[in-house]
């Protein structure tokens, strides 16, 4: 059973910066893609940053120059860098890693970690 364990959360005033951080509990090698999605109070999730296994990296338009996703496989964890963030970048943020099987297409989350943008 795939575990993800997301850490680095917590309260930050506006412009500030924090580092999320998902550690899988076996190599991330056999993930097509993993990522970020948030989830804001009232609000549905969406989807924030992912890359792929080979490296490509997509993201939200809402975070695109603010936000960076990485991905250490030597280490099976994938970090998003948070810079620059705004009150509406408050909402809790769940890990993802999702591959094909023979079965169809699988989606693994983490817990979620809360993360408020605030003075």
């Known amino acids: 059973q795939v575990q993800l364990v997301e850490s680095g959360g917590g309260l930050v005033q506006p412009g500030g910066s924090l580092r999320l951080s998902c550690a899988a509990s076996?190599?991330?090698?056999?993930?097509?893609?993993m990522g970020w999605y948030r989830q804001a109070p009232g609000k549905q999730r969406e989807l924030v940053a992912v890359?792929?296994?080979?490296?490509?990296?997509n993201y939200a338009d809402s975070v695109k120059g603010r936000f960076t996703i990485s991905r250490d496989n030597a280490k099976n964890t994938v970090y998003l860098q948070m810079n620059s963030l705004k009150p509406e970048d408050t909402a809790v943020y769940y890990c993802?890693?999702?591959?094909?099987?023979?079965?169809?297409?699988?989606?693994?989350w983490g817990q979620g970690t809360q993360v408020t943008v605030s003075s």
């Open positions: 993802n890693a999702g591959k094909g099987l023979a079965t169809g297409w699988v989606n693994y």
């Open positions: 076996g190599s991330i090698f056999s993930f097509s893609t």
């Open positions: 890359i792929t296994s080979g490296g490509s990296t």
